[in-house]
Structure formats: C-alpha cells, structure tokens
T-cell receptor, first 115, second 110 residues
Framework: DTAVSQTPKYLVTQMGNDKSIKCEQN?????MYWYKQDSKKFLKIMFS???????INETVPNRFSPKSPDKAHLNLHINSLELGDSAVYFC??????????????FGPGTRLTVL | KQEVTQIPAALSVPEGENLVLNCSFT??????LQWFRQDPGKGLTSLLL?????REQTSGRLNASLDKSSGRSTLYIAASQPGDSATYLC?????????FGTGTSLTVIP
C-alpha cells in the first residue's frame, strides 16, 4: 500500500543512453513533482504536473522530458545521459498545486549513476 | 527568488537532550512550511506542516514553530533518541513551487 512508488530504485547506465524512471501515487492527489537531489543533498524541483498538465518547468535541459499519462503517474524520460545527470531523483505528490494545506509526499528515490 | 537556509549544517548531541533546528527563508509570502526527515539512502518523510496562518504544530516529541514576518521556523525535538539521527529538511511553499533548505544532519549519540 505504498503511497508514492518509483521504479527502478537503482539505475546504472552508460553515457549517451536513454532511460526512463516511473512514478505512481495511490493517494488520489492531483499534483505530482520530480526533484533532483545532487551529491550535496540539495533538492531542486524539476517539473510539476497538475491533472496531467505541466505547471512548473524549471531550467532543466530539454533532454529531460516528463510524461503524465494520467494524474496518478508521472514518468521521467532522459535522453543522451551525461555524467552530470548522476543524482537521486525523487517523485512527490500533493493534493493540489497550491494553498496553505498542500503537503508533499515523497517516493523512495531513484539513484541514477551515469558511467 | 526564495532562498531557504538551515543552520547548523550538522549537529551532534547526546541522547536525551532537547534540541532546536533552524530554518530561515528570504520571502515571507509563503503558503506553508513543511519539515521532513531523510534517512540515508531513503526518501523524505513528512514530519510537520505549518500553514502560513499558524504559529506552531506539534507531533509527539516534535514541535515546529513559524514566524512568517521574520522568515524563520524552528523544529524542536524533545528528549532526543538515537533513532532521531537523520537529515532534517525544511521546505517552503509559495503556491505551486517548493523551495528546500540544504538540511541539518543530526546525530544522537547513545
């Protein structure tokens, strides 16, 4: 009965490859997010979707493309992987996209290592 | 642009001590502030959420306060235990955007 799940947990790949990370939430939330946590543990938002619609698209290389087939899923596809993409990627969800009571719930993370 | 700072970056205390973690933010126009805990190699676990109209929230041994006008929040942990050892992160919401601090790594020594 995991609330926010991600697959895979670990991903090791070569430079130049294309890979995808999947995220699913069973909380009935309308908004989902992708974050990147770098080696210094700093969390930075990459994308946010509300009801399958993109609402935040931070300055992220266009090699990163999110896809939301429905509001319970938000996948992240990365083309032409680079060494600097190595990080932990977290998916999160919240009830809506704003408001005072907008609590975020996080998935367990996907550790991506690019060799 | 909102900036969130957490001091200290690391803290080590003996078991049983009460402690305070600090979080400051530069723009007081926030919707809420959320405290998280992150264990090594794990995701973030939500601890407390304080709405912008609230001053504090409590859960068990944890008490979080919010002073929006001064851009500060504190997380008070009473009677610390070794199981409290983790990294604690605060995040502020400005609507559909969330800004995270760099975290405080807490070690509680048995």
């Amino acid at each position: 009965d995991t609330a926010v799940s991600q697959t895979p947990k670990y991903l090791v790949t070569q430079m130049g490859n294309d890979k995808s990370i999947k995220c699913e939430q069973n909380l009935g939330h309308d908004t989902m997010y992708w974050y990147k946590q770098d080696s210094k543990k700093f969390l930075k938002i990459m994308f946010s979707y509300n009801n399958k619609e993109l609402i935040i698209n931070e300055t992220v290389p266009n090699r990163f493309s999110p896809k939301s087939p429905d509001k319970a899923h938000l996948n992240l596809h990365i083309n032409s992987l680079e060494l600097g993409d190595s990080a932990v990627y977290f998916c999160a969800s919240s009830q809506d996209s704003g408001g005072a009571y907008n609590e975020q719930f996080f998935g367990p993370g996907t550790r991506l290592t690019v060799l | 642009k909102q900036e969130v700072t957490q001091i200290p970056a690391a803290l080590s205390v003996p078991e049983g001590e009460n402690l305070v973690l600090n979080c400051s933010f530069t723009d007081s126009a926030i919707y809420n502030l959320q405290w998280f805990r992150q264990d090594p190699g794990k995701g973030l676990t939500s601890l407390l959420l304080i709405q912008s109209s609230q001053r504090e929230q409590t859960s068990g041994r944890l008490n979080a306060s919010l002073d929006k006008s001064s851009g500060r929040s504190t997380l008070y942990i009473a009677a610390s235990q070794p199981g409290d050892s983790a990294t604690y992160l605060c995040a502020v919401s400005t609507g559909n955007q969330f800004y995270f601090g760099t975290g405080t790594s807490l070690t509680v020594i048995p």
